[in-house]
């Protein structure tokens, strides 16, 4: 067994030790949201919103050391195109602080390893091989499972994860604002 499937088998075991401790929030049936199956459910006469708090499980394997994603569906029930941006998602903690979606590319940015850098694919090593293509691998996770903001073309849906800040482990509740409607969580537990 080479080093980096030694490293990759231990940081698998470490993930999956410390998923298990991680927080869970789950939607509150309220007017307007209906819950099922630990997502909430909101329909209007523009959209069908399904949402859930869950945990990445894909690669990069780290990410929910840094952030609180949630996994999406939205569904276009117009004639017309409809218009989703990261800014119509707002996350707010128990004391009412503001978290913002942050974008896929920014997500790239913080979470890819300094020492890949841009040298020749000539000048690595195997293993500095395998570690890039470990991260190209878990770029294309970020890039297919994470939510596509732009347009929903009418009676079409997209799906994928939104990314906030990490939440503070004491919150017990959470909040997530979606084109001014309120979905609650609470802390699993």
Sequence with gaps: MTVIKIKSAI??????ILLSCAIKYIPVETGGVRVENDFAIVKTDEFVLV???KYWIKDPQNLTDYFTTFYVSIRNRTEKELSVQASDFVLLDENGNQFDAVLPEQILDLMLPKELGFDSL???TPEERQ??????DAKNDL???AFHFGKIYPGAK???FVFFP???SENKKCKIIFKGKEINFIREG
């Design 11 to 16: 940081l698998l075991l470490i993930s999956g």
């Design 51 to 53: 949402i859930s708090n």
């Design 122 to 124: 000539l000048d690595m």
């Design 131 to 136: 570690t890039r293509e470990n991260w190209q």
């Design 143 to 145: 890039m297919y499972e």
């Design 158 to 160: 997209k799906n994928g």
């Design 166 to 168: 990490r939440l503070k």
